[in-house]
């Protein structure tokens, strides 16, 4: 038989080393040092210091930087006049090879962060040494209940402790200044496929936390707990339960009345899985609440309804939980168009008048500005190309739909797709230049209704139909939808609801941003490269190959008068693992690691190894009508992992390239679970031996097609 060799990039290297090095896959590549003296007094984040974070110009010590979630830092030592000078100080390697999407939170020269597999580490922020790590031990398999990757995007300090989720629904108490765990609270039905991949926010010594678990049928909520012991202190349900039970609030009562059929069936969804803003002097908790689950209205509210509090953002009394008022960004949502994403408060003058804003753009690809006092809309604009709406009504705030959106006629062409004209990557708002900078992209999707739901409910659980997803394996419609796949950076003013200027990446899923007053702005892309632009025009003053996809976002701080850069990078996340084709064979691989750069840093990054694998798929023979089945029951149980065309995204094992003993034992794989300690839990109780050995023999098709492909 003819073989094939490719010349892979390094993810596909690890994906291989996965494969065929089982044991060592998930090995500490660094050992851990010792922790120096730390003096705990360093670590009393009280309310007061985060209310005044803004003015802690050298630390990073909640989230957003600030509870306004903004994004921005006044230090300007490294600024648009020297930033070409800016090199790496150090970085550590994670033992982990998944994806890594955690802000750093850095108080008084010391570092805490997180990685994939929800694992939790500090170090000192000037030369990366590890002082402690705390490994919460998730249940590998529990990745299957993942949509989005096992990632973690950081954690929140109060009182010398470490507040951090881990995959499976628990909250964890760890001692800041050793790591031990002090206590933990599962805060989830572990009997259900929730997961935390959020940070939390602490306000006023209670811990707020979401979950997510939409694409698998919970219900979602968000709930506060005492920092002390981790007692609950109160919950929000963003979606309604049973009717016939009493109502948790006033708000479930009302919002019950938006839903039809018999929802709480099927979960209901509306996930409080990242996004959370504070305001202080209003005394508002802002969450931004996910997509419907199932997706797809017809199955999940049949007769329509708004479905509070789907893809909204809800305010709330941080104390006690209380609703105050909600804005729906997308009524009645059937496209997983989350309103999860970041939010940010400003004070902004909108024709001349001085406005206390929110401001998202969610996955539905406007831009709100909303007043959050009050949660009156302001304005919204596309900030990408759409097909559902033509706008908003100024009047009603509501998306004005196109005929078929909600593909109830017909198979729809959608833009955005799922992943959304903007996903979690977190924005900046400068006040400096009065712009907002959105990480945005754009990955179409092909909508249509899934006339077999019931046989799915509990896994990837969409109402979609998975026939008409993904990329067109004909080469003409793959070439005219791969097209349109890109990244960008948009600077947007919010006053005008304007671009100013835009930044292309021929690549989706590019990083979180970070803006200075240095007229900086900084950000990761998908291919590798990290960069520096400046944020009033967007002209490229640096750059750094950092070897791996970077999703997440960058912050900086000061200790001992120098200011740093940092970020965590490792490719991974949702469009990582399912994209497939869409990401064109060009993004790197994973490689987790935290880089931290200062100005004339001198140290380098080991050469990034590539290895040739060889493409040696077994002849495929079997018929059209099995491939059609495995290509069906692959979509609905394996792209959201292995990518769509069973193209990996270089995260998870490229099944095409695997080798002659995996296909030997692929039912101990796909059906038994014997790699479910790397997170392949077995599909045996899910699928039928007939659609496990279908999607075989579609593997083993995709795999022929690219041999033939590539000869
Ligand atoms: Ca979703």
Redesign the pocket.
Known sequence: MKQSVKFLLPGTAIMLAVLLWVSACERAEQPATTASAIDPVSFAINAERILNADSETANWLTHGRTYDEQRFSPLDAINDSNVGELGLAWYYDYPVKRGMEATPIVVDGIMFTTSAWSMVFSHDARTGELLWSHDPKVPKEWAVKL?CDVVNRGVAIWEGRIYSGTIDGRLLALDAATGDLLWEVQTTDIDKPYSITGAPRIIDGKIIIGNGG??YGVRGYVSAYDVDDGSLVWRFHTVPGDPEKPFESAAMEMAAKTWNGEWWKLGGGGTVWDSMAYDPELDLLYIGT??GSPWNQQIRSPGGGDNLFLSSIVALRPDTGEYVWHYQTTPGESW?Y?AAQHMILADIDIDGTPRKVIMQAPKNGFFYVLDRVSGEFISGQAFVPMTWATGIDPETGRPMETANARFTDEPAFALPG?PGGHNWMPMSYSPLTGLVYIPAQQIPFVFGHDGDYAAKQGLWNTGIAAVYAGIPDDPDQQAAVLSMVKGEIIAWDPRTQKDIWRIQHDQTSNGGLLSTAGNLLFQGDAKGEFAAYTADSGDKLWSTDVQTGVVAAPVTFEVDGDQYVSIVVGWGGSIALFAGKALKDSAYGNKSRLLTFKLGGTETLPASEQQRVVLDPPVSTADAQTIALGKISYANRCMVCHGDGAVSGGVIPDLRYLPAAKHDIWDAIVRDGALASLGMAGFGDALSKEQTDAVHAYVIERANFALKKSN
Request: aromatic share 0%; net charge negative; charged share 25%.
């Open positions: 949509c939409a694409e996910g997509n997983d989350t799922p």
